[in-house]
């Protein structure tokens, strides 16, 4: 019998505890895995310079570290807040069986971390994006994807 209440509970101490420490955002993560967790994660973007390096993402390539697979199927992921557009499709290629949150995105929002101008980004057409975005060269790009499709050894995933 897992007890999900403790573990959301070791995500959201993750989230005040580094908050508090000066190393990011108020949010943290955990990956679970047979009842124990296997990998705690939590927003260090400000301490690691690195704006990709929200909880889940940071708990997810814990998560994976300790398994020695880019998989994962049989793990629950356990995060503070609702995942942002970035995590959402992070956790997608990850696949865990099972994602909790606790905080909602709009409690988010009130905190400061609003993301719904990312959602609403995915919807307009390119031209119109606020980082504008064009495509060039994709007859030579194709020369990869080609190679890869010859490519005997290769693993799919
Ligand atoms: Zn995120």
Known sequence: MENKEAFMRAAIQLSVDKMKEGLGGP????????????????????????PTAHAEVDAIRKACAVLGTYQLTDCDLYTSCEPCPMC???IYWARP??????NT??????AGFDD?????EIAI??????????????????VAFQEWQKK??????
């Open 116 to 120: 719904q101008f990312i959602y609403d």
């Open 97 to 102: 069986r099972q994602v909790y949150f606790a």
């Open 88 to 90: 959402l499709g992070a």
């Open 152 to 157: 005997m050894d290769r693993r799919e995933y």
């Open 125 to 142: 057409p390119l031209t119109q994006r606020s980082i504008p975005m064009q495509q060039m060269l994709r007859q030579e790009a194709q």
């Open 27 to 50: 949010f943290g993560a955990v990956v679970v895995q047979n009842g124990v967790i296997i990998a705690r994660g939590f927003n260090n973007v400000l301490s690691s310079n690195d």
């Open 105 to 110: 995105k709009q409690d988010a929002a009130t």
